[in-house]
């Protein structure tokens, strides 16, 4: 067996897929042919995620249950899809066990993202001030007690104490105990901050819409299951209004992305969708690390292929001139 055989045979036993050719002539570009653990036949486009550096902050919220908890980062988390017209980028990373918090409560990790870091400070203060201090039973602690950037979040939220707010600690952690009508509302003083990387992507192409929903849910499920350090900021973390920078005929900073509308497919030139494709769903990821975003999508990307219907899985690229991070399709599906 030569070396290459070798190589291919690990990597299909890694990564579930199976190469059987590669397409060249592809109109929309050269392909691998892969076989899923399933036995579906499908596509994967030789093509990379485009990636670009935001600002991230990472906060513990901690709670008498589990179900306050997620309520809480739920609700902090919330109008932050995307900072093309929202203020931030958020979403829920994990939930944590009580043996690993400072307060011996259980916990969710949630993550904030956004273009400046003083903008991230901002709306680090209105989302635990207005979604988690009014949320029964909450603590919020800072998530990144190793970054060289601190955020005093905590220290402007102390005012709302009126006077009556008392430094104290929990562990080796500085924290305010602001006075609220419940009890104490406990908030670390600082919150870490640092460089991270956004707009991690894969697209599923499928046959018709419920195909296309299952495969992105099941994309959905195995990045928030076996991924770590990153979140999925749309709804279900999926995204069926996939953007493009610019607009073809308005004054926007972004409009439909029309290549992968299978509506226009007839209509513009430049399509990307193939004649058997009825429906596009995007999986955007963000992640403390290029490597936990890579991760990611090789996670989803394994999970959507092994649903029947799906016909091809592409990324979305300005051509490298959105950011400087790349993640190529074959690297994160070890095809390469």
């Known amino acids: 067996m030569s070396q290459n055989e070798t190589k291919s045979k690990s990597t299909v036993s890694e990564n579930e897929l199976k190469v059987i050719g590669y397409d060249d002539k592809d109109p929309f570009g050269p392909c691998f042919i892969v076989t899923s653990p399933m036995g579906h036949i499908l596509k994967i486009s030789d093509t990379f995620a485009e990636m670009f550096p935001m600002w991230a902050g990472r906060i513990l919220i901690t709670a008498d249950s589990e179900e306050w908890a997620l309520t809480a980062a739920q609700?902090?988390?919330?109008?932050?899809?995307?900072v093309i017209m929202s203020p931030a980028e958020a979403g829920i990373e994990k939930t944590?066990?009580?043996?690993?918090?400072?307060?011996?409560?259980?916990g969710v990790l949630i993550q904030i993202y956004n273009r400046n870091r003083f903008e991230l400070k901002s709306q680090m203060i209105l989302r635990i001030g207005q979604c988690i201090m009014t949320c029964p039973t909450t603590s919020a602690f800072d998530a990144m007690p190793n970054a060289k950037r601190k955020l005093k979040v905590g220290r402007s939220l102390r005012l709302?104490?009126?006077?009556?707010?008392?430094?104290?600690?929990?562990?080796?952690?500085?924290?305010?105990?602001?006075?609220?009508?419940?009890?104490?509302?406990?908030?670390?003083?600082?919150?870490?901050?640092?460089?991270?990387?956004?707009?991690?992507?894969?697209?599923?192409?499928?046959?018709?819409?419920?195909?296309?929903?299952?495969?992105?849910e099941a994309a959905a499920k195995a990045i928030k299951t076996e991924a770590s350090?990153?979140?999925?900021?749309?709804?279900?973390?999926?995204?069926?209004?996939g953007s493009k920078a610019g607009s073809m005929k308005y004054k926007l900073p972004a409009s439909t992305n029309h290549p992968f509308c299978p509506k226009l497919k007839a209509l513009v030139p430049d399509t990307q969708v193939p004649e058997n494709v009825n429906c596009v769903y995007e999986i955007v990821i963000d992640g403390l690390s290029v490597e936990a975003v890579k991760k990611a999508m090789g996670e989803g990307i394994k999970a959507a292929t092994s649903v029947g219907g799906v016909?091809?899985?592409?990324?979305?690229?300005?051509?490298?001139?959105?950011?400087?991070?790349?993640?190529?399709l074959k690297e994160v599906l070890g095809l390469a």
């Open 229 to 241: 350090e990153v979140i999925l900021p749309f709804p279900g973390g999926v995204c069926r209004s």
């Open 75 to 82: 609700t902090a988390t919330g109008l932050a899809t995307s």
């Open 160 to 216: 709302f104490g009126d006077g009556f707010q008392k430094k104290a600690l929990v562990g080796n952690r500085k924290v305010w105990k602001i006075p609220v009508m419940e009890g104490d509302f406990i908030v670390e003083d600082a919150f870490g901050t640092a460089e991270a990387v956004a707009g991690g992507n894969l697209l599923i192409l499928a046959k018709d819409k419920p195909s296309g929903l299952k495969a992105a």
């Open 96 to 106: 944590e066990p009580s043996d690993k918090t400072p307060d011996n409560r259980v």
């Open 311 to 328: 016909v091809k899985i592409s990324a979305g690229n300005y051509g490298g001139r959105l950011g400087p991070y790349k993640a190529s």
